[in-house]
T-cell receptor, first 110, second 112 residues
Framework: DAGVTQSPTHLIKTRGQQVTLRCSPK?????VSWYQQALGQGPQFIFQ???????QRGNFPDRFSGHQFPNYSSELNVNALLLGDSALYLC?????????FGPGTRLTVT | KNQVEQSPQSLIILEGKNCTLQ??????????LRWYKQDTGRGPVSLTI?????NTKSNGRYTATLDADTKQSSLHITASQLSDSASYIC???????????FGAGTRLTVKP
């Protein structure tokens, strides 16, 4: 079991650009949550996907959007990147219980 | 205001020593409390999970305690090792298990 995987590992983008991050959940998991973690801070909840629908959303602007595919994998899209979007983006998957986190994608916006 | 407060923000100890990390929360209603270990640049890994009725939970050299009356939890690390250097994050869930509130973490450095 590969656990939760995320790609890419690192990414450097320029202000104003758009980015797509990808997540494959742990085998048997149907729910995917995305978090943003700034340096030295705890993760902040962005949104959660279940059955290809956004089920819950945190306090993030509409520039942050997502998608879940029939195989339960998920994408996080961020438009019009700002310097403040630089962070570690974590994906977590679950099936009615414990969330398992992926290794994260480190996004740097210059 | 964050509903989960951790202290200290950072801690440096010598290898072999014990330490205790604190977590205070105001999340209500309360479902469970988790402690995660997060290595730099990696995703958090669960150490312990406790429900309302549990006072203590151990995982090897890690022992977590919970006082649901005072809304406080601690994570005690015994005989620290260099590999214990990481951030330790306290996460409290409300009634909805998906509603997880994260603390900012305690950054632990173990020195030889």
């Amino acid at each position: 079991d590969a656990g939760v995987t995320q790609s890419p590992t690192h990414l450097i983008k320029t202000r104003g650009q758009q980015v797509t991050l990808r997540c494959s959940p742990k085998s048997g998991h149907d729910t995917v949550s995305w978090y943003q973690q700034a340096l030295g801070q705890g993760p902040q909840f962005i949104f959660q996907y279940y059955e290809e629908e956004e089920r819950q959303r945190g306090n993030f602007p509409d520039r942050f959007s997502g998608h879940q595919f029939p195989n339960y994998s998920s994408e996080l899209n961020v438009n019009a990147l700002l310097l403040g979007d630089s962070a570690l983006y974590l994906c977590a998957s679950s099936y009615t219980g414990e969330q398992y986190f992926g290794p994260g994608t480190r996004l740097t916006v210059t | 205001k964050n509903q989960v407060e951790q202290s200290p923000q950072s801690l440096i100890i010598l290898e072999g020593k014990n330490c205790t990390l604190q977590c205070n929360y105001t999340v209500s209603p309360f479902s469970n409390l988790r402690w995660y270990k997060q290595d730099t640049g990696r995703g958090p890994v669960s150490l312990t999970i406790m429900t309302f009725s549990e006072n203590t939970k151990s995982n090897g050299r890690y022992t977590a305690t919970l006082d649901a009356d005072t809304k406080q939890s601690s994570l005690h690390i015994t005989a620290s090792q260099l590999s214990d250097s990481a951030s330790y994050i306290c996460v409290v869930s409300g009634d909805n298990n998906n509603d997880m509130r994260f603390g900012a973490g305690t950054r632990l450095t173990v020195k030889p």
